[in-house]
């Protein structure tokens, strides 16, 4: 199958099931209101792609699968919610939508990020077709990755660089943990639920780091060559803030290198899989060619 | 054993737990600082002798109950930090003691409490002496505790209640999410550990439900009878805020004897424990009695 086809009918489905499992929820109106609007709010759901093209390279599907993706979307969508508060990156829009803040208020927003992340591992913990023993492995991971020594030591990271120029080994540190720990954790509970073989689970991981480098020289790239419309946000906005990018680190054209570099290593990392990854190496393609 | 000596044994581990429990991380140190100061911060160690107290009732010990009572600590500071944020209650003093954010900054503040949160569902499932059967039930409950259903979706009705007044039963409401069932999740999880059997999981669950009213009844009450001073916070707040309380709504006499009511119906359900449950009589009396 290839990505398109493979996106076309898994995104109604993630939408759906995120959907759904906020429908359950027996909460206050102005909650639930804030958490489905931010994870209405779309986005390329690049997360759930991958842990569901993880699962589909393994051999088939799994039917927890889209509750664990939407759970890590639910993750990823709460730290959006709280990097676009005032005290963080102050951000009024996301997406090209008004920023949950701007809509529920702060208080709401800074609630329904915590309603999020305490969900996702709820969801988890209730899954019906894993073992608690595989449900432990995942909620450890996602632990670790969502939190401290993860995506919100990263934030932290971030945020105190933007007062300094950093090396290109701390900048690679920052987005290592700030936005590489939760993709790879993506994949790494693709390969749990898809039965990854231990060899597997290693390929897999290396995949996993390789792209999340990429996402982010992509993103710093396109900060600087795209367009504010195409972004849905506003572009520009590290150098203007002086923050510490790897075409500011290193010249835009080597910049370029070092994204291809890690794209041809997450390449190489599936090729030991055996089979034809084809959606992992069209995901590859697609995280480094993207517009957005 | 009495409760004073049960608490002067159980407090210097339970914050050695936490401060193990920190130290080990390997993150920003400004994010561990921000994460150690509100633990260090103190308070009553509610919850965790709670906890504790259950699992000495039902006859001993467990070697992870202090790792639990800690995740449980981390829960209900993570959301002291993010309720004392300006957009929320915007104070300034906690237990006597400048704010998180006040030392921190808020976007750190933020950060630490996400922090806290995260590591609390990972601690759980790194546990080495529970089976993964009952870390599951204990991420899965701990979940729909602090989350939309139980104490965030509890922050939402107390801060939409301040625009209102409310009724006696939205009042209990706000409580019941907001404080009581982090509290009575601290005694179910004592009892998951402590091994009860199903009747007295029954009779500690409705322990946990009238405790949990009456701690919040008594902090009411407390907010109109004590000083600034005694409880380390602004006192009359609730007051002058024009909040909806307990004395309030029913006149300090009244919200007394429902006070009674609750530490009563709490007594008699721990009674069918058999035996002599000490440590909880005397923890409701202390819930009761206390002066901040």
Do not use: C, W
Request: aromatic content about 4%; charged content about 20%; overall charge negative.
């Amino acid at each position: 199958m290839n990505l398109t086809l493979f996106r076309e009918m898994n995104e109604p489905l993630i939408q759906q099931e995120l959907s759904s499992l906020i429908q359950e929820l027996n909460i206050p109106a102005s909650l639930k209101d804030s958490m489905d609007y931010s994870l209405q709010a779309g986005g390329k759901r690049i997360r759930p792609i991958l842990l569901l093209a993880v699962v589909q390279e393994l051999g088939g599907s799994h039917p927890d699968a889209l509750k664990v993706a939407a759970a890590i979307e639910m993750i990823h969508t709460y730290s959006l919610i709280h990097d676009d508060l005032p005290s963080m990156d102050n951000d009024d829009l996301r997406r090209g939508m008004p920023t949950n803040h701007k809509v529920y208020g702060e208080a709401v927003a800074i609630l329904a990020g915590d309603a999020l992340l305490t969900y996702s591992f709820g969801i988890v913990a209730r899954l019906k077709h894993v073992s608690s023993d595989d449900k432990i492995r995942l909620i450890d991971l996602m632990s670790v990755s969502a939190g401290a020594e993860g995506m919100v030591g990263g934030q932290v990271l971030d945020i105190e660089g933007e007062e300094k120029k950093l090396t290109l080994a701390e900048l690679e540190q920052v987005h290592r943990l700030k936005t590489g720990a939760l993709l790879t954790f993506s994949i790494v509970a693709g390969a749990i639920l898809g039965g990854a073989t231990p060899e597997q689970m290693v390929a897999l991981s290396k995949f996993g780091e390789h792209i999340g480098l990429a996402f982010q020289i992509q993103d710093d790239i396109l900060d600087v060559t795209g367009t504010s419309q195409e972004l849905g946000k506003t572009a520009g906005k590290d150098e203007s803030s002086e923050k510490s990018t790897y075409p500011g680190l290193l010249t835009l054209p080597k910049a370029k290198e070092k994204l291809d570099y890690h794209a041809s290593e997450a390449l190489a990392a599936i090729q030991s899989l055996g089979g034809n990854p084809q959606l992992l190496n069209e995901l590859t393609a697609l995280i480094v060619e993207r517009n957005n």
